[in-house]
């Protein structure tokens, strides 16, 4: 066994409907706990694993990523398939790669990318219960582009975070929100250098309302002027909200 740790990066998919939320938490099944204990019992070390993005309750992911240190000496492929064996049908590694001794998860990255998916009919769907929203009401897709495009650019995000946000600041920069329909399924595409707690579900929320026509698109630059929530449209439920991808 070499003395000296080196450090992982991992790719994580999961349907978070069923777990508390990424952080480890006493008596709650996270997905931190079982991507941790997987890799325990297959290396035989405790191990830390440090997400880019703490997704909550009921959120998923195509492209989380995560880093950390193992001691014990073993192939990629070799840790991938491992892990994979131990974990639930709703967690998987993707992809396992060694990485630099300073790559961090968190710290290096440069952004994430954020969809969110609504399944607007009139009639419920079964099988997109788990990973979307459903609005039955028509959506005005030129309204909810119009207020969306105000939203690009830095701005003080603090009306578009939940009530316990402990950021420090509430400046974000979102660098791009694309609105998209295919079907019966809206998508809202957001990608920004760092987000709020429930930043794009309230972002969401408010937009849908704006589509519903309970909203102008005007109600977002009051509320990025004002920092009044209360203006705002409703936190849209976690289970339409999935990290797509965190950028280097």
Sequence with gaps: MSDSPRRWRAVVEYDGTDFSGWQR???????????????????GESVFVRAAGRTDAGVHADGQVVSFDLVQPMPAHGLLRGVNSILPPDAALVEVTEAAPDFDARFSARGKV????VWNHFVRSPRRART????????DMDAMRAAAALLVGEHDF?????SDCDRRTTRRLVRGLEVDRQ???????????????????????TLVDVGRGRLDPGTVTRMLET?????????APAAGLTLLRVLY
């Excluded at 954020?114 to 998916?117: C, G, L, M, V």
């Excluded at 979307?132 to 959506?139: E, G, K």
Aim: avoid cysteine; glycine fraction near 8%.
């Design 25 to 43: 938490q006493e008596g709650q099944r996270t997905v931190q706990l079982v991507i941790e204990d997987a890799i325990r019992q297959v290396v």
């Design 114 to 117: 954020y969809r969110y998916t």
């Design 132 to 139: 979307a929203w459903h609005v039955r009401q028509v959506l």
């Design 158 to 162: 603090r009306a578009f975070r939940a």
């Design 183 to 205: 079907g019966a399924i809206v998508t809202f595409d957001v990608e920004a250098t760092a987000f709020l707690k429930n930043m794009v579900r309230i972002l969401v929320g």
């Design 227 to 235: 920092g009044d929530r209360t203006i705002g449209g409703m936190t």
